[in-house]
Nanobody, 116 residues
Framework: QVQLVESGGGLVQPGGSLRLSCAASGFTFSNYAMNWHRQAPGKEREWVATISDSGASTAYGNSVSGRFTISRDNAKNTVYLQMNSLGSEDTAVYYC?????????WGQGTQVTVSS
């Protein structure tokens, strides 16, 4: 069955960096664009970034553009989110997702907390 498993979250100081991973299984990973989203406490889920199936194209939300980088390794069925210059506003649960057959699949999320 389709499975997305995020990892790499944790506590980081303001200005620091983290790299999140999302390991995919149960589908042909290289055929699908992948997304990262996040949800902060008391806020709606927010789209963060998307990468095309080949990795050739990427897109970012305004709040993370220039600080975050999405990438993928199709040989490892994994999508990454490199997060730099983190601030308290980046504290959230981060989720990866993708669409297949008009259904969006989600991982369980990984918590990122930015605090001194």
């Amino acid at each position: 069955q389709v499975q997305l498993v995020e990892s790499g979250g944790g506590l980081v100081q303001p200005g620091g960096s983290l790299r999140l991973s999302c390991a995919a299984s149960g589908f042909t990973f290289s055929n699908y664009a992948m997304n990262w989203h996040r949800q902060a406490p008391g806020k709606e889920r927010e789209w963060v970034a998307t990468i095309s199936d080949s990795g050739a194209s990427t897109a970012y939300g305004n709040s993370v553009s220039g600080r975050f980088t999405i990438s993928r390794d199709n040989a490892k069925n994994t999508v990454y989110l490199q997060m730099n210059s983190l601030g308290s506003e980046d504290t959230a649960v981060y989720y990866c997702s993708f669409y297949m057959n008009r259904h969006e699949y989600w991982g369980q999320g990984t918590q990122v907390t930015v605090s001194s």
